[in-house]
């Protein structure tokens, strides 16, 4: 993975302006591995994974009442709209900028565009982690992370079905992917290591996922949406366990030069994935200055952003428990500790908390 600057203005202001192509080519740079082992449940934990997610496939079409009918401009106005007061409470000055001149219309269109691109990052974001995952079925060495990976594919493709019909249906407006996040997921895809598909897919892109769609479901007042990112949600809880419980056997055995190239690799992912929720499609797309809107709409440092920093909950806990904050005399620590991100480190990672939640929801089921 190239190494990326995190506050480079012109890099921020990248926006993904190919619009009209329908397909892209990633080099897949990965072997492709059989393995002639078939024993299964020589690691228990993955295998408890596997059953579970066969058990736990709901269908798109017949669980989600699609006959909801949801007013787009109404769920962002119940949000609230935006205006030089309420910005100013948040410590935003829009005084000297284009913004100064918005009235409602130009705030409304600008909640209402920010709302369809951010489902549309959801929606590649999830097509990125079908392809990631079924890499993984072809890469992993362990029959028992072959299954479990097959049954994320299927998961996948329902969630990128689901997200896809809301889009199609239920929200005005386009977008392509983000620059960054496109950049992100070739170079999950470019790396021939397997074990960095599950890094970049199942650890950090998914983690943050996991965090963005709790405060998406936590805001909307649209039952349809609430519904399909709470099912989504269930998914991704398991997939990022998946993830973490099959690094941590496989980076105890590696040396502290290996471990190195995984923390950079993390960081790096770090930095993409925050500046992929900088909104520059949707500036280009209002005609708005992209450099100016995310001068504007940034925190003098890039790093007190609460709602960036909320994003790495479930990422920063996990990378702990993979060994990866203290390797190396700490460098990922330090780095996470300059992202403003290092408070999460003690919360429940991913693992231990779907493992927790299983316990309960099965003590209270039996």
Sequence with gaps: ??????????????????????????????????????????????????????????????????????DHEKMVRLNGIPDRESLAALGIDVTGTCFERWGEREWLELEMET?????????????????????????????DAKYYAATQVMDEARHVEVFSKYLDTKVDGWYPINAHLQALLDDIINDHRWDMTYLGMQVMVEGLALAAFGNMMNQT???????????????????????VLS????????????????????YDAALRMRNRFK????????????????????APDPNDDPFQQLLFAKIVPNCKKLG????????LRTKFEQMHVIQFEDALDTETEYMLLDAVSGSESS
């Design 279 to 298: 909104r520059q499609e949707v500036w280009e797309r209002l005609g708005v200055d992209v450099h100016e809107a995310i001068k504007t709409f940034s």
């Design 247 to 266: 690094l941590q056997e496989y980076y105890s055995e590696l040396t502290e030069a290996e471990l190195f190239e995984r923390q950079e690799f993390a």
């Design 115 to 143: 709302s369809a691109w951010i489902l549309a990052q959801f929606l590649h974001g999830e097509q990125g982690a079908l392809v990631c995952t079924a890499k993984i079925v072809e890469t992993v060495p362990w029959i």
């Design 1 to 70: 993975m190239t190494s990326v600057a995190g506050t480079d203005p012109d890099l921020l202001a990248v926006t993904n302006t190919d619009i009209e192509t329908s397909i892209a080519t990633v080099t897949n740079n990965a072997d492709t591995i059989f393995t002639w082992d078939y024993e299964k449940g020589a690691r228990p934990a993955l295998n408890k994974l596997y059953e579970k997610a066969k058990g736990a496939q709901w269908d798109g079409e017949k669980d989600l009442d699609w006959s909801i009918d949801v």
């Design 221 to 243: 007042h649209d039952p349809l949406l609430k519904k399909l990112l709470r099912y989504v949600m269930s998914d991704e809880a398991r997939h990022v366990a998946f993830g």
């Design 324 to 331: 990866l904050l203290d390797a190396n005399g700490g460098w």
